[in-house]
């Protein structure tokens, strides 16, 4: 197991025997068989062994593994792409609650993408990539493939933000990605909730453990979340706003 940013998750008591039973019965079971993960998992190993480079250029905290702005795809898939039991989770939240407009900030390589877009025919996914060439690279290799309900946006989070370029569209389902700083990821948090969300939303943190700063992150999310449902799930946090679950937090057994 990774040790995380903060190891405070290794040492808490786990919940999940209190959280509603549509968690244990069917969002956290890992069961993949029945949702589409075999064509994503094809789209990983395909990258996975694509040894062709790409200049990236980071527009967050950079990657812990990779100090280069030359990088493999290949590497750039092994060490920041979705997992499997994480791809699953998405696509089953976006069936179980029907959602239909999903807001992605980070795109990389598409793996996360897929999930989402694949989760169901009727769910449309807007996606933002500050890295030109990443974003190229992937929208290329979506166009080939026929996914047809992602869109696909090259920008900068702030930029994007700041000029309300999103506005007046309302997303059901976020995930915030692409920038590791913590400053970045309340800024984008806040902005969400007060201008993008609809009024039932579920809004993902990923890398919640990536660093103590972004721990901290977390931590400023759930103390200003006071009428939400939260759960840890070791690398991600999930905001569920609007939902008629009890205003709690809660630390989850997710990793294996």
């Not at 999930?115 to 449309?124: D, N, Q, T």
């Not at 979506?142 to 900068?156: M, P, T, Y």
């Not at 920038?179 to 990923?206: F, G, T």
């Not at 070791?234 to 905001?239: C, K, P």
Request: aromatic share 14%.
């Amino acid at each position: 197991m990774k040790i995380p940013g903060n190891i405070s998750y290794l040492l808490k008591t786990k919940e999940n025997y209190k959280l509603p039973d549509i968690f244990n019965d069917y969002l956290l079971d890992q069961n993949f068989s029945l949702y589409s993960s075999a064509m994503v998992e094809e789209y990983r190993n395909i990258l996975s062994k694509d040894t062709n480079s790409i200049s990236i250029k980071d527009y967050g905290a950079g990657s812990k593994t990779i100090k280069t702005s030359e990088r493999k795809i290949s590497d750039i898939a092994k060490t920041s792409a979705t997992r499997v039991q994480y791809g699953s989770l998405y696509q089953k939240i976006i069936d179980n609650y029907n959602l239909t407009s999903v807001l992605e900030l980070g795109t990389s390589l598409g793996i996360g993408t897929m999930y989402f877009a694949l989760a169901s025919p009727e769910v449309k996914i807007t996606t933002i990539e500050g890295c030109n060439n990443i974003y190229g690279f992937t929208k290329e290799r979506f166009d080939s493939l026929g996914i047809s309900n992602v869109k696909f946006i090259n920008g900068i989070f702030d930029d994007l933000f700041d000029d309300a370029v999103l506005e007046p569209n309302k997303y059901d389902m976020f995930f915030i990605d692409g920038n590791h700083k913590s400053e970045s990821v309340l800024k984008y948090y806040k902005y969400i909730v007060s201008n993008l969300a609809k009024e039932q939303a579920i809004i993902i943190i990923d890398d919640i453990n990536w660093s103590s700063d972004m721990y901290n992150a977390w931590k400023q999310i759930k103390k200003g979340s006071e009428n939400c449902f939260l759960i840890d799930l070791f690398r991600v946090g999930i905001v569920f706003k609007g939902f008629n679950y009890p205003s709690k937090k809660f630390v989850i057994n997710f990793i294996k």
